[in-house]
């Protein structure tokens, strides 16, 4: 038998990560059977809680806004060949910036704001990143490990800082104190009535213009080139004049700025202060979002609103089947990112041989064999 | 600080360092072998509920040890299928067993006993009672020496024990059999190793079984000996604690004793720490909870020597046809 061919496009990029995806819902379904609970009331609950009103597709927008910035913050360093998995602590650092910002600035007007914030997002962010960045770079330390370590040490300086600098007095918790009401994004609700009390703000069009800008950058630009020269093979980049060690710098950075702007979201869009642990390991969803969706915008998008409705259905969940909650999304995250992550190999040899039945080469093929074998 | 609060300090550092060098000495073997693992936190989280709710249900210590040891096997089986047989991306495999042990654990303790996650308080014979060495009260009134003897060495649980002892038994597997130099090798050249006709894969497979076996000892430690049940999340980012020890011990048995200790004793202090200060300057507590990372950052930036792991780690082995 001939060697097997590779995957049409259209297979690889849309029907092996949804073929992925089947997998880990069904295997989440088993866990709930399990348990004793009929997994498709779970999953009409996820879907009716995520889409069945105005009020649920708001929050499932919000999540998703997080989920996009995350997603195109792992998928531009992938693109490069580099894992950051350090997304948490980039946004959770990235909220400092934010939140200093707004509050020095909260006398004058949010559109003001906005791109000041951006930018401090982006700064705080970034820098998180680059540190990493700069020593795999220079120091040779693996990129991976000091993102995880970089992530532990943001939530130690966030502990701090919340505790000892930005906790105004007279406030007991944890937290910075609060922006001023003309000094905050404006939700959608505000303009679209379906939209009322969601979180849902105007961060969801700097994510469409992301999206948008991560696209071009990766595709059409000459640093996008030699980012993906860089990711398939980083010998012949090098050999093609290109400095790695700029490249990897660069990317990480932003990356992180990207990452940063969950905290943009979430500390000027929607919590209006700077709360402990505000980023919800979004940044590990945002692994699962870029591996879904192949690290191209399209994809992010659409894995990004699925996370975005699996949030929003796992937080209404536990009003339908007491007992069943976000947890179970957790769950399924992590399936999601095994089976589309790491056991990306499972279904590839048996499609390529379902592929291959199909193609006319093939048939020519076996139609050639069998003559061969009944002139013999 | 006087003799007896030194002591206890370094008692408590002995309880904290036993889970970290569980799973550092757990994340060697698999590291060595080439196969990098930020799931330790996942396995021993596995781990620690499966004691703990086996523990609960049957009330016997034992019972739960047994559960956790094969439930964490199962998790670095799946893990090794994902990053050995599939040649998948072994870091991703890492994060998705967290992911998926952080899920699975509160999702299955709230289901089965209803209490936000926790499994029933332990006690009796459903926890590990600690053990006291022969001689210990005798010993223990020779001054100065004695209570080195009594509280330090002697009244723990066993599986301290287990993990100190654990600690020997590596470096001889590890430099002293052909188990282990074959395990070695294949972590530096697995081409090599599969010219001479071993199997690359089963080598790594082994590695990844014995992973989960310290993995399994570590995470009963949290619920059923140093703790009374499992409480969600319980082992807060040890995992990446160990896997920060064993790089700073540059991959060697000795020397991942010494930091987990190190870092043991930087727990110690930092829950004795809370609220003091010195010299009018109050050290924040945080600080001392971020050094391990910080060190391990820094060591890996080669300025404090150069951590250079095994030379295949993180590539899963294609063989040539």
New interface residues.
């Given amino acids: 038998m001939s060697a097997l061919k590779p995957l049409p496009r259209w297979a690889d990029v849309a029907l092996l990560p949804l073929l992925n995806l089947l997998l880990a819902f069904v295997v989440s379904g088993i866990?709930v059977l399990a348990?004793g609970h009929n997994p498709f009331t779970a999953i009409w609950a996820i879907i009716t809680g995520a889409f069945g009103n105005g009020y649920n597709i708001g929050y499932t927008l919000y999540y998703a806004t997080n989920f996009v910035f995350a997603g195109l913050a792992v998928a531009i360093a992938a693109h490069g060949g580099l894992?950051n998995?350090g997304g948490n602590g980039q946004a959770y650092i990235a909220g400092l910036g934010v939140i200093v910002v707004a509050l020095a600035l909260q006398d004058t007007h949010w559109l003001l704001i906005a791109p000041v914030a951006i930018l401090a997002a982006a700064l705080f962010g970034g820098v998180w990143a680059f540190i990493p960045g700069y020593?795999q770079a220079k120091?040779?330390?693996?990129v991976?490990?000091?993102t995880?370590?970089?992530n532990?040490?943001a939530s130690?300086?966030m502990?701090?800082m919340l505790n000892?600098v930005l906790k105004p007095a007279g406030v007991s918790g944890p937290e910075s104190a609060m922006l001023a009401e003309g000094a905050r994004m404006p939700k959608l609700g505000t303009f679209f009535a379906p939209f009322n009390y969601t979180p849902v703000n105007f961060s969801i069009f700097l994510a469409i213009a992301a999206l948008i800008g991560v696209y071009v950058l990766i595709w059409h630009t000459r640093f996008g080139y030699a980012l993906r020269v860089m990711g398939q093979n980083p010998t012949a980049s090098r050999y093609a004049g290109i400095s790695n060690s700029k490249m990897i710098m660069v990317t990480m950075t932003l990356s992180g700025a990207l990452a940063g702007m969950v905290a943009f979201n979430e500390v000027f869009g929607v919590q209006h202060r700077l709360v402990l642990d505000f980023v919800a390991d979004a940044g590990?969803v945002g692994?699962a979002v870029a591996?879904m969706g192949r690290n191209h915008p399209i994809g992010i998008a659409f894995a990004a609103l699925l996370f975005g409705a699996l949030y929003q259905g796992g937080n209404e969940l536990q009003y339908v089947i007491s007992?069943l909650?976000r947890?179970?999304?957790?769950?399924i995250?992590?399936?999601v990112?095994?089976f589309t992550?790491?056991?990306?190999?499972?279904f590839r040899p048996g499609l390529q041989r379902t592929m291959m039945l199909f193609s006319p080469e093939q048939k020519a093929e076996a139609i050639a064999r069998e003559t061969v074998k009944s002139e013999s | 600080m006087d003799y007896s609060a030194l002591l206890s300090l370094l008692d408590a550092t002995i309880r904290l360092s036993t889970p970290l060098l569980l799973a550092c000495l757990a994340g060697m073997y698999s590291e060595r072998a080439g196969v990098f693992d930020i799931g330790l936190e996942g396995k021993m989280l596995m781990a620690a509920f499966a004691a703990g709710a086996i523990a609960a249900v049957t009330g016997s210590a034992w019972l739960g040890l047994g559960a956790a040891l094969i439930i964490s096997i199962m998790t670095a089986l799946l893990q090794g299928a994902a990053a050995i047989s599939l040649k998948g991306n072994q870091l991703i495999a890492g994060v998705a067993i967290n992911m998926l042990a952080a899920g699975l654990t509160t999702f299955l303790g709230q289901q089965l006993f209803r209490q936000g996650g926790r499994t029933p308080q332990l006690s009796g014979d459903g926890r590990f009672g600690t053990i006291d060495l022969p001689l210990a009260n005798e010993i223990g009134q020779i001054p100065v020496i004695g209570p080195i003897y009594s509280e330090l060495i002697s009244g723990h649980y066993i599986l301290v024990y287990v993990a100190f002892l654990a600690v020997p038994i590596t470096a001889y597997v590890l430099y002293r059999t052909r188990f282990g130099l074959r395990l070695r090798a294949v972590g530096e050249n697995p081409k090599a190793v599969d010219t001479a006709g071993i199997s690359v894969i089963k080598l790594r497979y082994q590695a990844v079984l014995i992973t989960g076996l310290l993995c399994g000892f570590a995470g009963a430690y949290f619920s059923i000996a140093q703790g009374s049940g499992f409480g969600n999340n319980m082992t807060a980012g040890k995992g990446f604690i160990a896997l920060a020890a064993l790089i700073f011990a540059k991959w060697k048995p000795v020397p991942a004793m010494f930091t987990c200790l190190l870092f043991g004793f930087l727990d110690a202090l930092q829950i004795r720490l809370q609220g003091a200060s010195f010299g009018g300057i109050e050290i924040p507590v945080q600080a001392i909870q971020a050094l391990p990372y910080v060190l391990t950052v820094v060591l890996l930036a080669g300025f404090i020597g150069k951590a250079v792991g095994p030379k295949a780690g993180g590539v899963p082995y294609t063989k040539e046809r």
């Fill in positions: 866990v348990i894992f998995i020593l120091r040779g330390s693996h991976v490990i000091t995880i370590m970089f532990f040490i130690a300086v502990i701090y000892r590990f692994i591996l007992g909650d947890t179970v999304v957790v769950i995250q992590a399936l990112i095994l992550g790491a056991m990306e190999g499972l």
